[in-house]
């Protein structure tokens, strides 16, 4: 009889434990329903969005886009153009946010766009990072699609899409890559930094030791006092095959709704004076490939742009760009090449 009262005791203290762990893990989420880049916020407060996993903030800048009026200006990319804030760019009384996300790629950009997309929150202009053709793909299963079931239904059509290109071992490695990383998203969901994190933003607990996130969604810069030599080892090793396919869905997604302009992210000018420096064979193909479907979707992009490091500010390293650099040149394009 002892027994049974133990075994029973046992097994209603372990789905007790489990129900409220998970109702504190709803709970949880729900803090980061709240809308954190209005004024009542502080930037140091939001310095805490750093420490969250990517599918988080996603949600924090989404929720803030179908809380506000449709934003004349967005930039969407990683932390190469997350620096980009409305006080470097020109704007004219226009409304901007960055939508860019540390960590992600240009397929994540798309699927926030995708999300936008959906509320009819499309910005009126919209910018693009692209990273520099030597770069793979993080972030390669947009996790920026906020449903689980339309991040699961786009994976299946990417593998649809790479079986039909007879593709077959590329979709068998994207699917299993999908799959780790849905299993990492799992993790960081349960992680104790990230529900430490969590609650330290809804008790308005600042982070005083991080760079600051100001209220247009863009992150506070690092400075860099002295020029220093400036060296680029990447190599990339995906050849980018769903390239074509989601070039073709942000085409349907702006048709005749938005303004749109690619940029390849640049590269500090002196890593073009290696005699060692160029492009790998699968950087070569996904060049070919961008400046195709640029063109063959008529979508303004720009290639081979030059941001000089002469002279304060400079580059942070050799492929992130000072803000205010880029933020004149994003002016300058904004009122001549649209």
């Known amino acids: 009889m002892s027994k049974n009262v133990f075994k029973n005791f046992f097994f209603n203290f372990f789905i007790c434990t489990f129900l409220l762990f998970f109702c504190f893990l709803f709970l949880i989420n729900k803090i980061l329903d709240n809308n954190y880049f209005t004024s009542q916020y502080t930037d140091s407060l939001r310095s805490n969005l750093i420490d969250l996993p990517a599918e988080d903030i996603c949600k924090i800048k989404l929720n803030q886009a179908y809380t506000s009026q449709t934003y004349d200006v967005a930039i969407f990319g990683n932390s190469r153009s997350l620096n980009i804030s409305k006080v470097n760019i020109d704007l004219e009384n226009q409304s901007f946010f960055n939508f860019s996300i540390p960590g992600q790629s ?37 996790i920026c699609f906020i449903s689980f079931s339309d ?121 073009f004076l290696d005699k060692n420096f160029k492009l790998s064979d699968n950087a070569k193909i996904n060049k070919y490939r961008f400046l195709m479907l640029c063109k063959k979707f008529s979508f303004s992009c720009f290639n081979d742009l030059i941001i000089k490091n002469t002279d304060e500010p400079f580059w942070a390293d050799s492929t992130h760009p000072p803000a205010k650099r880029m933020g004149e040149w994003i002016s300058k394009v904004l009122k001549n090449a649209i």
Do not use: M
């Not at 999300?115 to 390669?140: A, H, M, N, Q, W």
């Not at 990339?236 to 690619?262: A, G, T």
């Open 151 to 271: 991040r699961i239904v786009n994976i299946l059509g990417d593998f649809k899409f790479l079986l039909k290109k007879k593709l077959y071992y590329d979709g068998t490695i994207y699917i299993y890559n999908n799959f780790i990383n849905e299993f990492k998203n799992f993790k960081y969901k349960i992680s104790i930094i990230r529900i430490r994190t969590i609650l330290k933003l809804f008790f308005l607990y600042p982070n005083k030791n991080s760079l600051l996130v100001y209220d247009d969604g863009s992150i506070q810069e690092r400075i860099i006092n002295d020029k220093k030599e400036y060296k680029f080892k990447f190599q990339r090793e995906d050849k980018y095959q769903l390239i074509e396919k989601d070039f073709k869905h942000l085409s349907n997604l702006i048709k005749n709704k938005s303004e749109l302009i690619i940029y390849v992210s640049p590269l500090e000018p002196s890593v």
């Open 106 to 142: 240009f397929r994540n950009s798309i699927a926030i766009i995708t999300e936008l997309s959906k509320r009819k929150k499309l910005p009126k202009k919209i910018i693009v990072s692209y990273d520099f053709f030597e770069f793979g793909l993080p972030g390669d299963n947009q």
